[in-house]
């Protein structure tokens, strides 16, 4: 099983950035076969995905940050990355670091807080 820890949350104005990053170990060497995304959820609110990144390195984004939010890996470092761009008090939540392997195990991070104000 891989195990997840997330960084570079934290408190942002509306229209700034911030780049989240998943770090990955324990079965490290299948890293790269693996589905990853980011999921977030605000208070109330369920889960729900933001952005995925295939094996291929195929993406996939909610209607709500296309444009503006970019993941990206480096399966060498078992490293994903989420890039936001022009945060919204909308984007307020907890975001979560997922990983699904190709047998369809997934693994969950513990979450890093992001909180755009107005």
């Known amino acids: 099983q891989v195990q997840l820890v997330e960084s570079g949350g934290g408190l942002v104005q509306a229209g700034g950035s911030l780049r989240l990053a998943c770090a990955a170990s324990?079965?490290?060497?299948?890293?790269?076969?693996?589905?990853m995304a980011w999921y977030r959820q605000a208070p109330g609110e369920q889960r729900e995905l933001a952005a995925q990144?295939?094996?291929?390195?195929?993406?996939n984004y909610a209607a709500s940050v296309k444009g503006r939010f970019t993941i990206s890996r480096d399966n060498a470092r078992g490293m994903v990355y989420l890039q936001m761009n022009s945060l919204k008090p909308e984007d307020t939540a907890v975001y979560y670091c997922?990983?699904?392997?190709?047998?369809?195990?997934?693994?969950w991070g513990q979450g890093t807080q992001v909180t755009v104000s107005s």
């Open positions: 997922n990983s699904v392997t190709p047998l369809g195990s997934a693994s």
């Open positions: 990144i295939t094996s291929s390195s195929n993406t």
């Open positions: 324990g079965r490290i060497f299948s890293f790269r076969l693996n589905t």
